[in-house]
Every structure is written in structure tokens, then in C-alpha cells.
């Protein structure tokens, strides 16, 4: 191979990795947290959860309190790129602080519901599912995708 051709073929190969580095990212199924994977009844239950198992740490309306806010760009920068079931893990293994893992995978997927609308998510008319699985296949995308 001439080392003209090798440079074309390495520009190409990095022009295409670059542009890969900066595309959206989607989960495995393709689904993000601007598709509304949850509903707002659902939202309404994960509310009334959060007040009696989370506020009297992360504040009302999860803005912060003792512990940090849970609605807000710091929030959002934390789990960008991430799934919604590395979301519920970790609320469901470590929250609340003075009970852990006494909460069940759908008392965990109302709140991250709540934490969704309160994030400014929009709703749709399912739930969101409380197994890993399906919550793996969620990403959770802080930066609304432009409009194709």
C-alpha cells in the first residue's frame, strides 16, 4: 500500500469514530428517556413514594436538602450515557440512606418515574418497567435530541 492511500484510509477511519464519539447515545433497543417510557399516574405513585422515603434527604420535589438534588443539571450530568436500570440499582441497593434495599424494583421504577417528570421527561402512556432488562434498555439522555 502507498502511504497516500494509508493516510486516506486512517483520515476516514478517524473522521468516522469522531463522528460516532459525538452521535446520541441509545441503548441496546433504542429507546432514551425523551421517548416517555413512563406515564404520569405512574409519576403521581413514584411522587407520594419519594415524599414518604426520599425528601426528608434530597428536599421537596427532589431539589436538593441534606443530600444532593435530583432535579437538575448536576443530576442530569451524572446520568447522561447511563441506563435506567443502573439508575434503579442503585436507588434500590442504597436508598433509602437509613434503609437500604427495603425498596421493591416497582416501588423503585415509580420513583425513577417521579425523578423523570421531574426532570422534565415527557410521559406516554406506559409505565415504566421495574426489571433490569427492560430498564437496560433505556438510556438516560440529559440534552433533548434535536427534531429530525
Known amino acids: ?3 497516500t492511500f ?14 460516532l464519539a459525538f452521535a446520541p447515545v441509545k441503548a441496546q ?9 413512563y406515564s404520569a399516574g405512574q ?12 425528601s426528608k434527604c434530597h428536599g ?9 438534588s435530583l432535579a437538575d443539571s448536576g ?7 447511563l441506563n435506567l436500570s443502573q439508575l434503579s440499582d442503585r436507588i434500590r441497593q442504597s436508598m433509602p440512606l437509613d434503609a437500604p434495599q ?19 421527561f415527557p410521559a406516554n402512556s406506559g409505565d415504566l418497567p421495574p426489571d433490569a432488562g427492560p430498564l437496560g434498555a433505556i438510556t438516560y439522555v440529559a440534552t433533548k435530541p434535536e427534531a429530525k
Open 43 to 54: 409519576a403521581t405513585k413514584g411522587e407520594a413514594l419519594y415524599n414518604a422515603q426520599c
Open 6 to 19: 494509508r493516510m486516506w484510509v486512517c483520515a476516514g477511519i478517524g473522521i468516522m469514530v469522531g463522528a
Open 1 to 3: 500500500m502507498n502511504t
Open 60 to 68: 421537596d420535589s427532589a431539589m436538593g436538602g441534606d443530600a444532593p
Open 29 to 37: 433497543g433504542g429507546k432514551t428517556t425523551w421517548d416517555g417510557v
Open 102 to 120: 427495603t425498596l421493591t424494583r416497582q416501588e423503585t421504577a415509580d420513583i425513577v418515574a417521579y425523578l423523570l417528570r421531574q426532570n422534565r
Open 75 to 81: 443530576f442530569a450530568a451524572s446520568w447522561d450515557t
